[in-house]
């Protein structure tokens, strides 16, 4: 009897777990960042999104001002695998048509046209140091947020990011009108665009990142190109204070602690207790 009362309240504690952490995650402070002091200078510009920098390290100071900690950061981009190729990152992108703030990171990758065909990306690796040390010491940030969005794709074309747990990813949020898919594999997730355009500044193509105690994660950029003889490019952009929004996540749902309870577990649990409350003998 008494290790059912136990098992009921490990049942309860794993059921209950996620809303616990959700509120945890709402009521904490994020460190803010901007990437809007990059230390290499643009050296290439694109038509319609603006000036970039075509080289695969690229390094910004001070990217959390408002945090009152002094941090760099260091971008690096790796594994780029398939049929595509990296055309750049736009440091202190602001999304054209709003009243945006500058201080996104955009990125841009394409598919080189013709076969093969089949999926394939980049790695960007996040890097955070001590301000101040010429990036030799990290740092680590307790809690921070990237939103990133124009995640759309199109028919030929699929668009998505996957994400880490080992790199500190605790939570998520999606949009509330939906568009933005996520699937769970061991150690990651994938998000994946609604697969039709969507304006930079339409949740639907958005989602928020949240990380803790970390000080440095991966963005695997992914993309499955089926047809198509042309150059078909891929551009997405990452916020780091919700500017774009003004700062706040109504248009997104309550926060999604990553992992999940596992209903294989729940089940287990609970098959366990039946098993015991047939075996009980009466009193």
Same mark, same amino acid.
């Given at each position: 009897?008494?290790?059912?009362?136990?098992?009921?309240?490990?049942?309860?504690?794993?059921?209950?777990?996620?809303?616990?952490?959700?509120?945890?995650?709402?009521?904490?402070?994020?460190?803010?960042?901007?990437?809007?002091?990059?230390?290499?200078?643009?050296?290439?510009?694109?038509?319609?999104?603006?000036?970039?920098?075509?080289?695969?390290?690229?390094?910004?100071?001070?990217?959390?001002?408002?945090?009152?900690?002094?941090?760099?950061?260091?971008?690096?981009? =790796?594994?780029?695998?398939?049929?595509?190729?990296?055309?750049?990152?736009?440091?202190?992108?602001?999304?054209?048509?709003?009243?945006?703030?500058?201080? !996104?990171?955009?990125?841009?990758? &394409?598919?080189?046209?013709?076969?093969?065909f089949g999926a394939g990306g980049l790695t960007y690796n996040l890097d955070f140091f001590e301000?101040?040390?010429?990036?030799?010491?990290?740092?680590?940030?307790?809690?921070?947020?990237?939103?990133?969005?124009?995640?759309d794709g199109e028919a030929v074309q699929s668009e998505g990011v996957?994400?880490?747990? &080992?790199?500190?990813?605790?939570?998520?949020?999606?949009?509330?009108?939906?568009?933005?898919?996520?699937?769970?594999?061991?150690?990651?997730?994938?998000?994946?665009?609604?697969?039709?355009?969507?304006? &930079? !500044?339409?949740?639907?193509?958005?989602?928020?990142?949240?990380?803790?105690?970390?000080?440095?994660?991966? /963005?695997?950029? &992914?993309?499955?190109? =089926?047809?198509?003889?042309?150059?078909? $490019?891929?551009?997405?952009?990452?916020?780091?204070?919700?500017? /774009?929004?003004? $700062?706040?996540?109504? !248009?997104?749902?309550?926060?999604?602690? =990553?992992?999940?309870?596992?209903?294989?577990?729940?089940?287990?649990?609970?098959?366990?207790?039946?098993?015991?409350?047939?075996?009980?003998?009466?009193?």
């Amino acid at each position: 009897m008494k290790l059912s009362i136990f098992i009921t309240k490990v049942i309860l504690f794993i059921a209950t777990l996620p809303f616990f952490v959700a509120q945890q995650v709402r009521s904490q402070d994020y460190f803010d960042i901007s990437f809007d002091n990059a230390v290499q200078s643009t050296n290439q510009n694109y038509p319609s999104l603006g000036p970039y920098f075509d080289g695969t390290t690229l390094n910004f100071t001070d990217i959390a001002p408002a945090s009152g900690q002094n941090i760099d950061l260091r971008l690096t981009v =790796t594994d780029v695998i398939g049929n595509y190729q990296f055309i750049g990152s736009f440091p202190n992108y602001k999304q054209g048509s709003s009243n945006e703030p500058n201080g !996104d990171l955009g990125y841009f990758y &394409e598919h080189l046209g013709g076969a093969p065909f089949g999926a394939g990306g980049l790695t960007y690796n996040l890097d955070f140091f001590e301000g101040g040390t010429n990036f030799t010491t990290p740092f680590t940030i307790p809690l921070f947020r990237l939103m990133i969005y124009d995640v759309d794709g199109e028919a030929v074309q699929s668009e998505g990011v996957r994400v880490f747990e &080992e790199d500190g990813f605790v939570a998520y949020q999606l949009p509330t009108i939906g568009g933005i898919s996520v699937t769970e594999n061991a150690g990651d997730f994938l998000f994946t665009g609604p697969g039709t355009n969507r304006a &930079e !500044d339409d949740p639907s193509g958005a989602f928020i990142l949240i990380f803790a105690d970390t000080s440095s994660i991966r /963005l695997q950029m &992914e993309a499955n190109t =089926t047809s198509g003889n042309s150059a078909n $490019g891929i551009f997405s952009a990452i916020d780091g204070d919700l500017s /774009l929004f003004n $700062g706040n996540t109504d !248009d997104f749902d309550d926060p999604v602690p =990553t992992p999940e309870p596992s209903s294989a577990l729940l089940l287990a649990v609970v098959g366990v207790l039946g098993i015991m409350h047939r075996k009980r003998p009466a009193c």
